[in-house]
């Protein structure tokens, strides 16, 4: 459903960035390798800037002022906006929430039964910590529901088994 190498704005055609000719020339397999040109700094706004109160679409709007840090397909640079916009490509084509796709087309395929792709609380989730003067303090930390394609994503041990013996073949 997907072409790697078409542009991103065939599947989400309001994105856009401060150079609207660079945006045009951002492919699905170019965010796929991090190559898309966006950079790494810009992508951690999410987890500063009003985390988890914007739906992903809405922080992805945002990035229309946006700079690119070089030209599309250049060269690697990780950025959470790569995924983020996978992950608004993947609501897109499937016409479901991120997370719905993912129960369905993930988790529940490979049994993974404590595993979500938004917020909830369950009995044994894992404390955040924080370093503070070079030591781990628990900290409260928001759960940035419009960076959830970028890997905040919740699951247990036996899930994660689960996953890697699917990737293992």
């Given at each position: 459903?997907?072409?790697?190498?078409?542009?991103?704005?065939?599947?989400?055609?309001?994105?856009?960035?401060?150079?609207?000719?660079?945006?045009?020339?951002?492919?699905?397999?170019?965010?796929?390798?991090?190559?898309?040109?966006?950079?790494?700094?810009?992508?951690?706004r999410p987890?500063?800037?009003?985390?988890?109160?914007?739906?992903?679409?809405?922080?992805?709007?945002?990035?229309?002022?946006?700079?690119?840090?070089?030209?599309?397909?250049?060269?690697?640079?990780?950025?959470?906006?790569?995924?983020?916009?996978?992950?608004?490509?993947?609501?897109?084509?499937?016409?479901?929430?991120?997370?719905?796709?993912?129960?369905?087309?993930?988790?529940?395929?490979?049994?993974?039964?404590?595993?979500?792709?938004?917020?909830?609380?369950?009995?044994?989730?894992?404390?955040?910590?924080?370093?503070?003067?070079g030591?781990?303090?628990?900290?409260?930390?928001?759960?940035?529901?419009?960076?959830?394609?970028?890997?905040?994503?919740?699951?247990?041990?036996?899930?994660?088994?689960?996953?890697?013996?699917?990737?293992?073949?």
């Amino acid at each position: 459903q997907v072409d790697l190498d078409a542009p991103l704005q065939q599947y989400l055609p309001w994105f856009t960035l401060a150079d609207g000719e660079a945006a045009a020339q951002i492919t699905v397999r170019m965010l796929l390798n991090q190559t898309s040109g966006l950079g790494y700094n810009d992508g951690t706004r999410p987890l500063w800037d009003q985390p988890g109160e914007l739906t992903l679409e809405e922080r992805l709007r945002q990035m229309a002022d946006l700079p690119l840090q070089r030209a599309p397909g250049s060269a690697f640079e990780y950025s959470n906006y790569n995924y983020m916009l996978l992950g608004m490509l993947v609501e897109a084509v499937s016409g479901q929430p991120y997370a719905a796709q993912m129960s369905a087309a993930v988790f529940q395929p490979l049994g993974m039964s404590g595993s979500r792709a938004a917020a909830y609380d369950c009995a044994g989730k894992a404390q955040p910590y924080q370093w503070w003067f070079g030591f781990p303090i628990p900290a409260q930390a928001p759960y940035p529901a419009d960076a959830v394609p970028a890997g905040f994503i919740h699951a247990n041990a036996a899930d994660m088994a689960a996953y890697l013996a699917f990737q293992q073949g």
